[in-house]
């Protein structure tokens, strides 16, 4: 009920250690993001990460037809905010097909991805 465990010195520091460096890593991420959807990455340079990542489930062409499954990159644009892009990219819905960009991207390419998407809302 009430029992405690108690762990010796060295390994309450390790853990201690661990979270600390966990939670850090974290938080630098989270300090990130807003930056990288403010438009600081090149939408020139966020093309051939489409090409290469996206093209095969997402139509990632300015004016594509506006489907939902998967959505379009012009549908993205004119639904979502850059941060709730960079946000879909590093952590797709759980339900989706889509892989978790974070696995395979830099934090400056998700930037620059991003911008690539937000360019194509229409004006």
Known sequence: DGERIILPQGKRKDRMMKSAASLSTVLALCAALPAMAQGTGDPVAGRPLAEQYCVRCHDIEAGG???????????????????????????????????????????????????????????
């Open 65 to 123: 037809a506006f489907k939902t499954m998967p959505p379009s990159f012009a549908s993205i644009a004119a639904f979502r905010t850059p941060d709730e892009i960079t946000s879909r990219i590093w952590w797709p819905d759980m339900h989706s097909r889509m892989p978790q960009m974070s696995n395979l991207l830099t934090v400056e390419e998700v930037a620059n991805l991003t911008a690539y998407i937000a360019s194509l809302e229409a004006k």
